[in-house]
């Protein structure tokens, strides 16, 4: 059973570029969360998405976006790099249990924007 | 507003010894509480979650917490440090059932033969 898969693992991108992260759950999950985690700090929350909408959203502005397609994989969407979006982006997988659900994170993807 | 503060950014031990890393919660609910650990290069691992009932709850790899309503603390343990053990650990924190998960900075233990 594979658990959840992240793309590309590494990424260099220039300021004001955009990228694209993407995400596969672990099987039979159906609900895909999206953590930042800069260098030596804990992940910071930046979205979640649950029957391919957006169900809870941290503060994060507008350039990040995402989505969630019927297959309940995901993209993560950065417009405008700037400097400080260089961290390690996390995946988290989960089946909706009413509150109850573990999450289950991919091995990241590690973006450096110069 | 949600918050986890994790007492002691780097905690040092030695192979065989007690572990005790510190997590403190700030909530208006009783809440979802987790520990994590992720190792170098990797994504987290859930090591041990309290959702309701036992206080004390046990993890993988020997690890345990226990839930203190009155301290608004979720501390781990493990009774003797493996070598294995080093690694980054996360005290995590959500109120509700559909809210976002908060994480704390973070606890690097490193274990000394």
């Known amino acids: 059973d594979a658990g959840v898969t992240q793309s590309p693992t590494h990424l260099i991108k220039t300021r004001g570029q955009q990228v694209t992260l993407r995400c596969s759950p672990k099987s039979g999950h159906d609900t895909v969360s999206w953590y930042q985690q800069a260098l030596g700090q804990g992940p910071q929350f930046i979205f979640q998405?649950?029957?391919?909408?957006?169900?809870q959203r941290g503060n994060f502005p507008d350039r990040f976006s995402g989505h969630q397609f019927p297959n309940y994989s995901s993209e993560l969407n950065v417009n405008a790099l700037l400097l400080g979006d260089s961290a390690l982006y996390l995946c988290?997988?989960?089946?909706?249990?009413?509150?109850?659900?573990?999450?289950?994170f991919g091995p990241g993807t590690r973006l450096l924007v110069l | 507003a949600q918050s986890v503060t994790q007492l002691g950014s780097h905690v040092s031990v030695s192979e065989g010894a007690l572990v005790l890393l510190r997590c403190n919660y700030s909530s208006s609910v009783p809440p979802y509480l987790f520990w994590y650990v992720q190792y170098p290069n990797q994504g987290l691992q859930l090591l041990l979650k309290?959702?309701?009932?036992?206080?004390l709850v046990k993890g993988i790899n020997g690890f345990e917490a226990e839930f203190k309503k009155s301290e608004t603390s979720f501390h781990l343990t493990k009774p003797s440090a493996h070598m294995s053990d080093a690694a980054e650990y996360f005290c995590a924190v959500k109120e509700t059932s559909y809210d976002k998960v908060i994480f704390g900075p973070g606890t690097s233990l490193s274990v000394i033969p």
């Open positions: 988290a997988s989960s089946l909706d249990m009413g509150g109850e659900e573990t999450q289950y």
């Open positions: 309290y959702t309701t009932g036992a206080t």
């Open positions: 998405y649950y029957e391919e909408e957006e169900r």
